[in-house]
């Protein structure tokens, strides 16, 4: 038997997860943060899936957070 590290095991979403990412997605954009820049829409995406599979679960708190963690990741890519 193998042993898995925590980010080897598989993940398991339901399509109500995948509902409360999508609202996330969706909340982004609706709080100012221009979602279809280069490079921003997956950065926004990678935060969302790693805010929600950390526990949060609330739509309007992965969107503000997600948009606050994609901006600081291309902030740091321009530097």
């Known amino acids: 038997m193998t042993n898995l590290q925590p980010a080897e095991i598989p993940m398991i979403l339901t399509p109500q ?4 990412m999508e609202q996330a997605m969706r ?3 609706s709080i100012g943060i221009e979602s279809e820049r280069d490079g921003h829409r ?3 995406g990678k935060a969302v899936i790693r805010l929600y599979t950390a526990g949060v679960t ?3 708190k992965l969107a503000e957070a997600a948009g606050i963690m994609a901006a ?3 902030l740091d890519r321009r530097r």
């Open 17 to 20: 997860d995948f509902s409360v």
């Open 27 to 29: 909340g982004v954009g």
């Open 42 to 44: 997956e950065a926004v």
């Open 58 to 60: 609330d739509p309007a």
């Open 72 to 74: 600081t990741r291309l």
